[in-house]
């Protein structure tokens, strides 16, 4: 008897578990269960190798968005430089400090700084200078940078002031769906350049996508999941598109009921394959997904195999001035109550955070043979 689709998927499972080197016609295969049984399946698979590589621990990082001002209009997000609507700001050393020094005083042992795209000096020089205040508090936080593309120049400088990972999202691995949704003038081969750069400069890389673009299809996800590997990364950040009204993408692709859930689910999915490919990398659990499933919706992303998680650290008089997208919770993590209930909603999942060291990706000390 001819096996079934289930019983056929449930085989390529296990030898995306057992590590076996998957095409993109698999990894395809794999990101579309044929039922909710072998869905639940690929998440546990995930999850199981989760666990064994990291143990029950997640790694929190405070994130710091420290400017929302930009110099590139990409089509879908929320403070491109064209979006007259959003009050523009960049944070003061002070601010900046005060918010790295609460990451500390929660044990969260690293922080990623987040920010629109300049690479003016100025800018560059403001950067450096906090790398450096940064690097100097007393519980020396593991610093990781989300500024954009840059100079090799500046990722170097950058890299000697403190920054030690970089995550720079390459949007997604299709030349033609990455001009689809930027500007003329925005290029994905400078994009490409940009991480091999990040990478000679001796960064722990991470990169991702947006999951659910207008046009994308499933093959496209999985060419990205071999991009990861091909380029042999250690972290990923990745989630759903959300259209964002005050953008041209949001404009012409306005969410319909439901689309929302699905791009939740593909993205669950993403995470799950992601982790079966590429093992010992991070994988973060994105604050997208909480935006369309406040209440569950990190934990999911866990529960599918990712390892992190970014609780926002800074004030939240800047939080509605960084709206990327629609819908994006506007909690106040800071509170001592929110991060209670974190903690608590990881217990209930099984998971507690990790509250020494920076919790750098294994994978990074792998392919520099510390590790075997
Ligand atoms: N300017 C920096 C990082 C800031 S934006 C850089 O170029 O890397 C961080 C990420 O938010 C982007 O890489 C993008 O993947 C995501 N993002 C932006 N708009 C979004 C939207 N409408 N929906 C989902 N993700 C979005």
């Not at 100097?136 to 002031?161: H, M, V």
């Not at 800071?334 to 920076?358: K, W």
Request: charged share 25%; net charge positive.
């Amino acid at each position: 008897m001819k096996p079934s689709a289930g019983q056929n998927y449930i085989s390529l499972l296990a030898k995306a578990a057992g590590g076996a080197k998957l095409r993109v016609d698999q990894m395809a295969k794999l990101l579309l269960p044929p039922n909710a049984e072998c869905e639940r399946e690929l998440f546990a698979a995930a999850y199981k190798l989760k666990r064994q590589i990291c143990g029950d621990l997640v790694n929190l990082r405070g994130l710091i968005e420290l400017s929302n001002i930009c110099t590139r209009d990409c089509l879908y997000c929320g403070i491109r430089k064209s979006n007259s609507k959003v009050n523009r700001y960049t944070m003061g050393i002070d601010e900046v400090l005060e918010a790295a020094e609460l990451a500390g005083k929660f044990g969260y042992g690293s922080i990623v700084i987040q920010s629109g795209e300049r690479s003016d000096r100025s800018f560059t020089d403001f950067i450096e200078t906090i790398l450096r205040e940064i690097s100097r508090l007393s519980y020396a936080p593991g610093i990781t940078l989300s500024c954009g593309e840059q100079s090799f120049e500046t990722y170097c400088r950058w890299r000697d002031a403190g920054a030690k990972r970089y995550l720079l999202r390459i949007e997604s691995s299709d030349p033609a769906l990455f001009a689809a949704i930027h500007p003329a003038g925005t290029s994905y081969r400078a994009r490409r350049m940009a991480l091999h750069r990040l990478r000679r400069a001796g960064y722990q890389l991470g990169t991702g996508v947006m999951i659910g673009l207008p046009g994308q299809t499933v093959e496209q996800l999985a060419k990205d999941i071999k991009f990861f590997r091909d380029m042999d990364v250690d972290m990923i950040g990745m989630g759903p598109f959300l259209p964002q009204d005050d953008t041209p993408l949001g404009k012409q692709f306005p969410d319909t009921p439901g689309a929302p859930e699905e791009r939740l689910k593909l993205s669950l999915r993403m995470i799950a394959v992601a982790r079966l490919v590429l093992r010992d990398v991070n994988i973060a659990s994105t604050t997208a997904l909480q935006a369309i499933d406040p209440a569950q919706g990190r934990e999911k992303g866990l529960l599918a195999g990712a390892n992190v998680i970014m609780p926002n650290v800074g004030s939240t008089s800047h939080r509605r001035d960084y709206q990327l997208y629609n819908g994006k919770p506007a909690l106040d993590e800071n509170a001592g109550s929110v991060r209670q209930a974190l903690i608590a909603s990881l217990a209930a999942i099984g998971e507690r955070p990790r509250l020494d060291g920076h919790g750098d990706p294994l994978h990074f000390f792998r392919r520099n043979g510390k590790l075997k």
